[in-house]
Structures are given as C-alpha cells and as structure tokens.
C-alpha cells in the first residue's frame, strides 16, 4: 500500500507542477458537479445560448461546431477549420463567464 501510494505520489507530483500555473474551474462537493459539451452545427451561439453556456463551470464545444455554417456540408470538414469556431465559441462564453 505504501509503494502504490508512493507511485502515485510520483506520478501527480510533476503533474501539479504543470497544472500549478493553469486556473482551474471552481469547484465544491457541495453541490453534484456539471458540465455541458455540444456544439451548434449550424453556425455561433446566439446570444441567450452563450448567457446559458456560461453558467456552468466547464465548458466543452464539440468538433462539429460550425460545420455546416454556410449551408453546405463540406466533403472535408477540415476545410471549415473546427478548431478556430471551437475557439470563437469558447472566447464568446468567456467573455460573459471569465472564471470558465
């Protein structure tokens, strides 16, 4: 038991010199902890969307965010750069939200 412990120690021990410098959400047990991870295929949140999103302290936008902005599925979805509108809709949420 104290090997596994020690084992363990090791492993979080460089991990939290990582995860030192990164804010992360707030957290409690004192409530069940939630998330919300979705996308809008169709294009940017509206805003009432983006009031909801930022509610909850962890926010996940799936790859699909966007895909289908300009009303035509693209034969590669690389093409609709996903992580750029993943981006765009995670900075619209923060901005409402800075601690997500």
Do not use: R
């Amino acid at each position: 038991l104290i090997m596994a412990h020690n084992i363990l120690i090791s492993l979080l021990f460089p991990m939290s010199m990582v995860l030192g410098a990164v804010k992360m959400p707030k957290f409690s047990w004192d409530t069940v902890p939630v998330y919300i991870h979705m996308c809008n295929g169709s294009g940017p949140f509206n805003e009432s969307t983006n009031n909801y999103l930022a509610k909850f302290p962890i926010v996940t936008i799936e790859k699909g965010q966007g895909v289908d902005s300009n009303n035509t599925m693209p034969m590669n979805y690389s093409d609709q750069y996903a992580e750029s509108k993943i981006l765009e809709a995670c900075q619209a949420v923060k901005e409402i939200n800075e601690s997500i």
